[in-house]
């Protein structure tokens, strides 16, 4: 089994580097199973970026409770 992770409003080299991390956790196995990039609608994890106006809903429904997990990555 697989996770799905998608990521909304992040700047691409931000995208990037959070890929390329959880590429490395998995190939060393830190994390229990593999992980790969997907849509919204299918992810197990959301990471966005809390400025942008398209994370907003997923940011409300995080707060109910409701859908993915959902991360705020700040820099």
């Known amino acids: 089994m697989t996770r799905g992770v998608a990521f ?17 956790m998995s190939r060393h196995k830190l994390l229990p199973m593999p992980w790969r990039s997907c849509a919204v609608t299918s992810a197990d994890l959301v990471i ?14 995080a707060i109910q409770r409701t859908g993915p997990v959902t991360a705020v990555l700040v820099a």
Request: hydrophobic content about 40%; aromatic content about 0%; cysteine-free.
């Open 8 to 24: 909304v409003g992040l700047p691409p080299d931000d995208e990037r580097r959070v890929v390329t991390a959880i590429e490395i």
């Open 48 to 61: 966005v970026a809390p400025n942008n106006p398209a994370a907003r809903p997923l940011l409300e429904s």
